[in-house]
């Protein structure tokens, strides 16, 4: 009988055992795709979710804001945006509660936490946010040709300004020029009091002499007559006498020789103090001459052609005046000269009488006679010898050399002075002439408490751009201003009412917390836009340049110093061109227009009508000829700080929306855009078996994932 062999011993099950591993690896690796597919997705659903729900939080913007301003703000604080977002997450990624089977949310999104990495409002990044939100609205309203007019408009107006720019800097110049004129008059004056009141040192020295030689001429024939014994006792006593009489003569005119002494001092001193400040004032109004022609030629291409050629006439007229100063024609340089010498003389003659002067210091402060002093020092002789080696030094000096050519008073100067009375027209009551009704809306200090200081002061907003995109950007900013706030000469009373300031384009000019302030600011500005186009008008007109050069000499009263004269004809027409930029002013509040260069015909007041600026009424003139109130509004916005009109904006959107709906609004406290990081987890499904959770390495409950949107308006 065979003995049965079996095969594959020990190895029953075997196979079953191999294949239930490989289906074990197989089924982890399905899951382990399947879950990643899962989580994919999720992220993906998240990322959808996070956009539509943040997008759905900034769709519940302010909306009266942009109904009256045009500008996307959300009103909203951090914690309600987190929450609403949170709401509108739940909603999108948390599907399987709306269908009746709640297990059919196979994504199974749950939110850990949401976070607001950043939150612009709307007065962050010094108020650039809001400004590039108004330039986006604003570009898209106005049309590309519509900007090209708008800039050209703003160009042509900013001249005015320029030129006045320009012309305070030649006023500037004037307080050197003065110095000037101040310094040769004081040395003239000197010049004239030493001719007129103080002798010559040389014959004061000259009769000091005399007297001591007529005291040493009576001891000479006393001693003779001793000599001779033909002298008695009262002879020789009416001798002393005489010399004591002689030395009383001598001491007097020493006194007023010493006194006249430092009366000369003092006056060769101020002439060389004066003559310093003179060529210190020349040497400084030549270098203000070079930078008046730098400024000038910086702003050449700015400048209408014919204006820049007016103004390089009036810097090359100064220049020239100033170049008479250096060829030393009023002998300033040749009469210090003189002047110079004398005093080292003068001192040179005072060290060489220093006994004298020892001596007389005591006999005048005893007020001892010569038989008083002592009889074994030959005072007399002593003096002599030290005024005989102080006249050999004035022997080559000479007062009368002392000359300046200069001459003052030659006309009488004018008792009533115009440009003082222009001046308090400047300083108090101007406002009056140019407008009536001034409203006089204010606004409570509680309303600003010093916000958007920051803001305001940010001369830096859109300074990184070039020059062009710049000046876009600022024109249409200013037709957004111009758009949206009333002004001075706006009609919509219904508007104004509603508002707390009647003036709100001047307030984001000016910034002041009432309409009366605001007005006096932009009117000041506009004056001064004026005056510059008046001023290249006066400049061309040689009638009226020749008036105010009359007027000039009558102001001064004296014809001495052309430079003078020809500043304060400077000045002349300075006022003059202020009395019609005034006149001008009114007629622009009174919604007329004025046109840019004028003509003989459009000009408003002569030089006289100066005295009663009050009085005069403006022209009647066709409301669309020249440039209106608005248009100078325009440039004062092109040229002003973009950080300012943008504080003024945020400030007058804040007045009026909490003045019209809801009191309680703040536009610090508007969002403009966020940051959102949103971090959920994803449940196991595919991978929660023991056996497959066992062989990855990520054993963990659930899975992360997380999304970042950044939004803005």
Known sequence: ?????????????????????????????????????????????????????????????????????????????????????????????????????????????????????????????????????????????????????????????????????????????????????????????????????????????????EKLNMIRQIDRETALKKDQGIISEAEIDQGTVRK???????????????????????????????????????????????????????????????????????????????????????????????????????????????????????????????????????YVGCFLYELEEAQLIYQNLDISD?????????????????LDHVKKIMNNGWLSIIAENISEKKVDNILFPGRFADIRSNKTIWGTLSVTEQSIRKALMGQYILDFFPCYTDKNEIKKENGLLDYEIEYILGGFQNDKEN?????????????????????????????????????????GMPLVVRLTQLLVLGAWAYGESLMDAKDLLNGYGVKLFKSESDWNLSLDSLWRLSEQNSKNKISNSGFTYKDYLRVLLFIENTGKQTAGIMDMIQLNISNRYNDSFCIDQCVLGVTVKIECRVERLFTALAFVKHLIVDQSADFTISSIISYRY
Request: charged share 25%; hydrophobic share 35%; glycine share 4%.
């Open 519 to 559: 007005l006096s600011y932009v009117g000041k500005k506009i004056v001064s836009i004026r005056e510059g186009f008046n001023l290249i008008y006066l400049f061309k007109n040689s009638a009226c340049r020749e008036e105010a050069y009359m007027l000039a000499i009558a102001l001064v009263g004296f014809t």
């Open 402 to 418: 002392l000359e300046i050519n200069y001459y003052a008073q030659e006309t009488k100067k004018s008792e009533n002075n115009l």
């Open 1 to 209: 009988m065979k003995k049965n062999i079996t095969l594959f011993t020990g190895f029953n099950g075997g196979i079953t055992i191999s294949l239930s591993i490989i289906m074990l690896f197989i089924f982890a690796l399905i899951g382990t795709l399947v879950e990643s597919a899962r989580v994919s997705a999720a992220n993906l659903r998240l990322a959808q979710n996070t956009r539509i729900s943040v997008n759905s939080v900034f769709s519940k913007y302010a909306k009266e804001v942009f109904r009256d301003y045009g500008i996307f703000l959300l009103w909203k604080d951090e914690n309600e945006i987190i929450t609403e977002v949170s709401n509108y997450l739940n909603k999108n990624i948390n599907y399987k509660n709306d269908f009746i089977q709640k297990s059919n949310d196979l994504l199974g999104i749950r939110i850990n936490q949401i976070e607001l990495c950043e939150i612009k409002y709307a007065s962050n990044h010094r108020g650039e946010d809001l400004a590039n939100q108004i330039y986006d609205y604003m570009k898209y309203r106005i049309a590309g040709d519509a900007v090209n007019l708008l800039l050209d408009k703003c160009n042509l107006l900013s001249q005015g300004k320029k030129i006045q720019e320009f012309f305070d800097k030649v006023n500037d110049c004037t307080e050197k020029f003065n110095q000037i004129e101040e310094s040769v008059a004081k040395i003239k004056k000197k010049v004239d009091l030493i001719k007129e009141s103080a002798g010559q040192p040389k014959e004061y020295l000259e009769e000091l002499r």
């Open 244 to 378: 004591d009489q002689l030395f009383e003569e001598f001491k007097k005119i020493y006194t007023v020789y010493n006194d006249n002494w430092n009366i000369l001092s003092g006056y060769l001193t101020e002439i060389n103090q004066a003559t310093e400040i003179y060529y210190h004032s020349v040497n400084e109004s030549a270098e203000l001459i070079k930078n008046l022609y730098m400024d000038l030629e910086k702003k050449r291409e700015s400048l209408d052609s014919e204006a820049y050629e007016i103004l390089k006439n009036e810097v090359q007229e100064l220049e020239h005046q100033i170049s008479n100063q250096n060829t030393d024609a009023y002998r300033v340089k040749e009469n210090n000269s003189h002047a110079t010498d004398y005093y080292k003389g003068m001192q040179m003659a005072s060290e060489k009488m220093i006994q004298i002067k020892n001596d007389m210091n005591g006999i005048l402060y005893n007020n001892l006679m010569l038989s008083q002093l002592d009889s074994k020092i030959d």
